[in-house]
């Protein structure tokens, strides 16, 4: 079961290391980090448990982050009341943008990490809309468009795979300032 304790914090060389392409048929061990991975974004989404475990919410998770260099991401973003079901839950297996709007977009409240222990405020410019080519556990590539809040959160998991930060996105002598085309997301 993966705990804060297995996620890697800044200053880990793996964060900002480009990670390797997972190979089909997936190995036992990719399948068990694929499946452990969301099983702590859903860990991480239950106040009971969350406490138990002492883990900080997450709506999305890379291998990087656990320390394993592949190109993995889980993804586990809740609907919009309790009893809905997720607006996504999906383990990507090499993802790549391979298409996005020119309009950008960024979190009003700024990001934050779960390898990043301190708070980094300031705008997170990213694409408004993307397309998104990945393979599933069976090694089937699918195509998927997102936008909004969830676009957001599926380039800040693919940065991770790329050792990109966050924080690398903001304007250090402007974090808030942004062009007026940019859509800023409640
Ligand atoms: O560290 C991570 O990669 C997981 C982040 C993903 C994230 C995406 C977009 C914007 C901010 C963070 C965690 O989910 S951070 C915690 C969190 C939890 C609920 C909602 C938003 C952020
Ligand atoms: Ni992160």
Known sequence: MITMDNIIREGHPTLRRSADLVTFPLSAEDR???TEMMEFLSNSQDEKIAAQLNLRAGV???????DVSKRIVALLIPGEYEDDPPELAKVMFNPK???????SACLKGGEGCLSVDREVPGFVVRHSRITVSYQDAEGVTHKARYKGYIAIVVQHEIDHLNGVMFYDHINEQA??????DVIIIE
């Open 60 to 66: 999305g998770l890379a291998a990087p982050q656990i």
């Open 32 to 34: 068990k980090i694929a």
């Open 175 to 180: 974090p808030f300032a942004v062009e007026d």
């Open 97 to 103: 943008i391979v298409s996005h709007s020119i309009e």
